[in-house]
T-cell receptor, first 113, second 114 residues
Framework: DMKVTQMPRYLIKRMGENVLLECGQDMSHETMYWYRQDPGLGLQLIYISYDVDSNSEGDIPKGYRVSRKKREHFSLILDSAKTNQTSVYFC????????????FGAGTRLSVL | KTQVEQSPQSLVVRQGENCVLQCNYSVTPDNHLRWFKQDTGKGLVSLTVLVHENDKTSNGRYSATLDKDAKHSTLHITATLLDDTATYICVVGDRGSALGRLHFGAGTQLIVIP
C-alpha cells in the first residue's frame, strides 16, 4: 500500500517552543519534500531531500531545518517557533526526477500562539 | 511573482453539470504540467500529467489539455459528482530531472451542489 504518513495531524505550540513534524513513506522513494500551504498561495517548498543525509534548501528554508537518517523517514524541525509559521505542512515523496508524481501525506496543521 | 495562475478562484456547479478549470503559467522551461485534486483536510492526489505540446489526457470523467505555446492548460470535469467537491491544483515542472523544481498554483475551489 503506497502511503505517506504524517504525525501529528494537529499541533498547537507557543511562540519560542520547539516543534518536530514527522513523515514516513513505505515506497522506498529516494526524494522527499516538505511544503507549507497558506490560504491563497500555492504550496511553497521548504526543504527537499534527495536521499539519506542529502538535503537541500527549498524556497523558504529560513526558520526550519530537516533530518533524514533513514530513507523512509523525513523530519521537519522548527527551533523556537514563530507565529508566522502557523500553517499547514505537507510532506511528499517521489521517485527521483521531478516528472514523477509526488505522493502527499494528509498534512499537519500547526498553530503557533 | 506568481508563475502559475489558476482561474476561476472558486466555482459552484450543480451535480451532473460539466465544468472547466484554467491554468496559465509563465514558468520557463516548462517540462511538464500536472493536475492534483485536494479534498478538504487531505493531501494532494495526482489526476493527470501532460508533457508534450498539445498533449491531451483522459482519466475517467477528468480530461486535460496542454498548449505549451500559449503556456495554458485546461482541466475538464464531465458530469460532476458531489465527491468532485475539492480544490484542484495546477503544478508546472521546469525540468524532468531530479534538480527540477515544481511551481504550484493556488488552486480552484470547486463546490458541487445537489
Amino acid at each position: 500500500d503506497m502511503k505517506v504518513t504524517q504525525m501529528p495531524r494537529y499541533l498547537i505550540k507557543r511562540m519560542g517552543e520547539n516543534v518536530l513534524l514527522e513523515c514516513g513513506q513505505d515506497m522506498s522513494h529516494e526524494t522527499m519534500y516538505w511544503y507549507r500551504q497558506d490560504p491563497g498561495l500555492g504550496l511553497q517548498l521548504i526543504y527537499i531531500s534527495y536521499d539519506v543525509d542529502s538535503n537541500s534548501e527549498g524556497d523558504i528554508p529560513k526558520g526550519y531545518r530537516v533530518s533524514r537518517k533513514k530513507r523512509e523517514h523525513f523530519s521537519l524541525i522548527l527551533d523556537s517557533a514563530k507565529t508566522n509559521q502557523t500553517s499547514v505542512y505537507f510532506c511528499a515523496s517521489s521517485l527521483r526526477g521531478s516528472q514523477n508524481t509526488l505522493y502527499f501525506g494528509a498534512g499537519t496543521r500547526l498553530s503557533v500562539l | 511573482k506568481t508563475q502559475v495562475e489558476q482561474s476561476p478562484q472558486s466555482l459552484v456547479v450543480r451535480q451532473g453539470e460539466n465544468c472547466v478549470l484554467q491554468c496559465n503559467y509563465s514558468v520557463t522551461p516548462d517540462n511538464h504540467l500536472r493536475w492534483f485534486k485536494q479534498d478538504t483536510g487531505k493531501g494532494l492526489v495526482s489526476l493527470t500529467v501532460l508533457v508534450h505540446e498539445n498533449d491531451k489526457t483522459s482519466n475517467g470523467r477528468y480530461s486535460a489539455t496542454l498548449d505549451k505555446d500559449a503556456k495554458h492548460s485546461t482541466l475538464h470535469i464531465t458530469a460532476t459528482l458531489l465527491d468532485d467537491t475539492a480544490t484542484y491544483i495546477c503544478v508546472v515542472g521546469d525540468r524532468g530531472s531530479a534538480l527540477g523544481r515544481l511551481h504550484f498554483g493556488a488552486g480552484t475551489q470547486l463546490i458541487v451542489i445537489p
